[in-house]
């Protein structure tokens, strides 16, 4: 039972490249969510979603984007990255009966 | 707007030593507390959920205790296996599911 699944595990961007994180879970959880985390700033939500096809802004938006176009995944893009977005990058599926279960993280270092 | 402190940022604790670490919150309504354990370089691990005030839940060492502002989590005769940042976390009451809101983490290291 592989949980939640963060692929790559690390990635290394010049400014201006493009990247697509994936996330998958094999629980068949409705919600599915994005967060960074940095050093002093705690989790802060980028983009969730409460269900297939379905996509909404959280606390720090800008400059990503995602998609669910299947209920196992959630796929954050980054179309032009900055140095600000290095970041560690976790995603995370619940239900209405589950808590929150995190994957082990995308560590992105944007140069 | 729904905010979660923690306190404090990093506890050094000798092996037996116990303590506790808080969590204060302001919430619209409170649908569930939550308590993490991070390890370093994995995701967060659920540890707990509390739901109202006066609810109580223990797991080994842990003990979390919620009142209407604020959560503790109580360690007794911690371990070094117990070292970790502990995360504490809010969701708020809603017609549809509203996403977490975490605190910034005690970091917590246990000595020998």
């Known amino acids: 039972n592989a949980g939640v699944t963060q692929t790559p595990k690390f990635r290394v961007l010049k400014t201006g490249q493009s990247m697509t994180l994936l996330c998958a879970q094999d629980?068949?959880?409705?919600?599915m969510y994005w967060y960074r985390q940095d050093p002093g700033m705690g989790l802060r939500l980028i983009h969730y979603?409460?269900?297939?096809?379905?996509?909404a802004k959280g606390e720090v938006p800008d400059g990503y984007n995602v998609s669910r176009l299947k209920k196992q995944n959630f796929l954050l893009g980054l179309e032009s990255a900055a140095p600000s977005q290095t970041s560690v990058y976790f995603c995370?599926?619940?239900?209405?009966?589950?808590?929150?279960?995190f994957g082990n993280g995308t560590r992105l270092t944007v140069t | 707007e729904d905010q979660v402190t923690q306190s404090p940022e990093a506890l050094r604790l000798q092996e037996g030593e116990s303590s506790s670490l808080n969590c204060s919150y302001t919430?619209?309504?409170?649908?569930?507390l939550f308590w993490y354990r991070q390890d370093p370089g994995k995701g967060p691990e659920f540890l707990f959920t509390?739901?109202?005030a006066g609810e109580e839940k223990e797991k080994e060492r842990l003990k979390a205790t919620l009142t209407k502002k604020e959560s503790f989590l109580h360690i007794t005769a911690p371990k070094p296996e117990d070292s970790a940042t502990y995360l504490c976390?809010?969701?708020?009451?809603?017609?549809?599911?509203?996403?977490?809101?975490f605190g910034k983490g005690t970091r917590l290291s246990v000595i020998a």
């Open positions: 995370a599926s619940s239900s209405q009966r589950s808590p929150l279960h």
């Open positions: 629980m068949n959880h409705e919600y």
């Open positions: 979603s409460v269900g297939e096809g379905t996509t």
């Open positions: 919430v619209s309504g409170l649908r569930g």
């Open positions: 509390l739901y109202s």
């Open positions: 976390a809010v969701q708020a009451y809603d017609s549809g599911n509203t996403p977490l809101v």
